[in-house]
Structure formats: C-alpha cells, structure tokens
C-alpha cells in the first residue's frame, strides 16, 4: 500500500513538470517551423526593411546576452576574487549564461539572413568595425561558456558509465580560475562594444553619446544577478527545498540593489545632459518625432525608470521586502523587464526615428514604422522556449546547486 501511495504522489508531482515540458517541446517545434520558412523564403518574411533592419530579434539578442553576465560576474567573484559566499550560485549563474548566449546566436542566425556566412567576421576581418570585435568576443567567450559547462554536464548521473569523461570535465574545471579571467575580459569588452555599437554612430543624435557602453556594462550585470538569483529562487519553490543559504541569497539581493541605483544615477544623468539640459537640434528632433509617433516616452519613465529600476531598487535593499521571496521574486522579474525593454527602447528609437540627413526626411517621411510578424514572433517565442527548457532540464538532472544546505543561515 505504502508503494502504491507513493507512487500516486510521485505522479501527481510530475503532472505540473510533464505539462510544462510538453508547453514548451510545443512552442520549439512551432518555433523550428517559423525557423525554416526564414531560411526557404529570407528575410521578406519579416517587417524589417533598410530604415529598419534591427528589431525583434536583435532586442532579443541583446537582451540574451546582458541576462547572461550573470555569468561572468559571479564567476569571477567566486574563482578570481574569492568571494566564497557566492560560490552556491555560481554553477547555476554559468549555466544560464549558455543558455542566453546560443539563445542570442540563434536569434542572430535569424537576423543576419544568410546565416551559412557566419564565419566571414574571422576570416575577413575589419578591425575598424565595432561589430567585428563583438563577433569575435561573442565566438571566444562562448567557447569559454562551454568549457565552464561540460565539467557540470560529465558530473549528471547520464555519464556514471563512462568515468574517464568525468575525470576529463574535473580536469577543465581546474583551469576554472583560468576561465573566469579570460570570461571576464571577454564577456566585458562585448558587453560594453555592444553599447558603443550604437554610441559611435555620430549620424544617428538620439545613439551618439559615450554613455552608452558603460550603462550596457552596468544593466548587464544587474540583469544576469537578477536572473540567475530569481531563477534559483523559483527552481527552489517548485522542489520545496532550499539551493542556497539565505544569507548568499539576501546579500545578492542586496548587491544588485546597489548596482541598480549606480545605473539609475547613470541612466537619469545620461537623460539630463542628452535630453533636458541640451537642446542639440538631432536629440531635440529625434526625441520630438518619438513622442508623437511611439509610446517611447512612456516605456523609458514607466517600465525603465519606475518599474524597472526605482521600484526593485527599493525592494531590494528595504530590509523587510528582501526577507519576503514574494517581494523578491517581483523585484528581480521587474528588473529583467526592465532590461528587455531598455534593449528595445535603445534599438529602436534609433531606426524608428531618421536622422535630419536621411533622404527620407527629404521626402517627408518623418518617421519609420516596425511591428513584427507573426514569423518573427514565433520565431523569438520558440528561442524562449528553448532557454526555458533547457533550464528546465538542467535544473532537473545537473547539478547546478551542489551546495544545497539543510540548514540555513540568516542574513540581512
């Protein structure tokens, strides 16, 4: 009876897993399919068009990528400055970080249209172009992500039967410290090229200012913590049992609350000096178009500022808001919002927005118009749920947190 009996519960637990699964296995076939008929038929699939060739999937990828620095960032706190304290969440912090980065060279697999040319950046290089340096960033760190994540992989109990590949993965992860340091530099000098790609452009007012690669370098970091201890928190509510110690878990709560506000004091200085103080007849133009064109001015205060950035900020360093998981499971989903829509705002308030010297003003075209199709849509939401699922999986059968602890210790 007793057999019987557990077995019903094992099944009745599963059910909310099997279903999910299944959600998910659904929307990466529908999103396969979208796949496809890009590569058959190209890009005319899409809405994009010269006066707007980046949009959806670029603001995936570049949200991808800065939800990932998680990664670098408590991979070189653990294995290069030696912040033991943070170590629980190290492994799962690298794991998500290769599921956003193949996440973004997918969406980029989509976006670039002739995707068999990927590998033109290392043969032809153009080492004036911010682009190439990020490609070569991108390629070197996420061949670093791979070494980091395969020890994780060789220690499931799939490679019980083959011993010499995990003794391989233990002899990668001595070279961990190693890793951290090339991944840091790396992951850095991509994060902030991906805000100069945009800075440099001197045609183009509402980009060109030096701002940029730093606030990218910033809302990267927040963002990746923010994921990485939310994901954690939500894996450890679905399998009832604490991952981490709540310490480690109130002390990142409350680093990523500091490290929002430096990037608030950034973000508001950088619209002060762009938008308030300076009326350069480019950003003045440009932002005037904006507001009477798109919801841009409402998306940067509303969902950027307040929702993104002053509220979590406040929930994570308010003493009793960080002791609720409640509370600190809106906080850090608010500021992965928050990033998302900065990625999207910054991108296409560029394109949407022509600059006074395009031929289109001549025209009297004032404004470009995108909107993704439903390819493109499908597309980003099966690339979704091949991160979800991953994570999904890997939290289920790797080790991602091999310093579960029964008993906790409190913290601030």
């Known amino acids: 009876m007793a057999t019987i009996a557990s077995t019903k519960t094992r099944s009745s637990t599963n059910r909310p897993l099997s279903i999910w699964l299944a959600i998910l296995v659904g929307f990466l076939l529908v999103g396969f399919y979208a796949m496809a008929q890009v590569l058959i038929k190209g890009l005319q699939v899409t809405n994009l068009s ?12 570049l949200s991808s990528i800065a939800l990932g620095a998680g990664a670098f960032t408590f991979s070189a706190a653990v294995y290069l400055f030696r912040v033991k304290r943070l170590e629980p969440l190290a492994r799962a912090a690298v794991f998500i970080g290769f599921l956003g980065y193949t996440s ?21 290089w153009n080492v004036h172009s911010v682009l190439w340096e990020i490609t070569w960033c991108v390629i070197l760190y996420s061949s670093v992500l791979v070494m980091e994540v395969l020890p994780l992989l060789f ?29 840091m530099a790396l992951s850095l000098l991509h994060q902030s090229s991906l805000g100069a790609t945009y800075g440099v452009l ?25 994921l990485t201890l939310l994901a954690t928190i939500l894996t450890s509510k679905l399998r009832q049992r604490p991952l981490i110690p709540e310490s480690t878990k109130r002390e990142v709560a409350r680093l990523v609350g500091y490290i929002l506000l430096a990037y608030i004091y950034i973000k508001l200085w950088d619209w002060a000096a762009t938008s308030y103080y300076s009326h350069a007849p480019g950003t003045a133009s440009a932002l005037e178009i904006l507001q009477a064109t798109t ?23 308010y003493q009793p808001f960080r002791r609720s998981d409640r509370a600190l499971v809106a906080g850090l989903g608010l500021i992965v919002l928050g990033v998302v829509v900065n990625r999207w705002n910054v991108t296409l308030s560029g394109l ?14 004032v404004a470009a118009s995108y909107s993704p199709t439903l390819i493109e849509i499908t597309v ?14 890997g939290a289920r059968y790797l080790p991602l947190y091999a310093h579960e602890s029964p008993h906790l210790s409190t913290g601030n």
């Open 50 to 61: 010269d006066r707007v060739p980046w949009g959806l999937w670029i603001t995936q990828d």
């Open 352 to 365: 949407v927005a022509p600059p006074n010297w395009s031929p289109g003003i001549l025209g009297n075209v």
């Open 295 to 317: 919801p841009y001015t409402t998306t940067f205060w509303w969902i950027e500022i307040i929702m993104g950035g002053i509220i979590p900020a406040v929930v994570l360093l």
């Open 155 to 183: 220690e499931s109990r799939f490679f019980d039967q083959w011993p010499w590949l995990r003794n391989f993965g233990h002899r990668i992860h001595r070279l961990t410290p190693v890793l951290a340091l090339l991944g």
């Open 104 to 124: 973004a060279m997918l969406a980029l697999a989509m976006d670039i249209g002739r995707p068999d040319r990927f590998w033109h950046p290392l043969v032809f």
């Open 380 to 393: 980003a939401l099966g690339i979704l749920a091949y991160g979800l699922l991953g994570f999904t999986l």
């Open 202 to 226: 001197s045609g183009r007012a509402i980009w060109f200012k030096p701002s940029l690669p730093v606030m990218f370098i910033i809302s990267a970091v927040a963002g990746g913590m923010s």
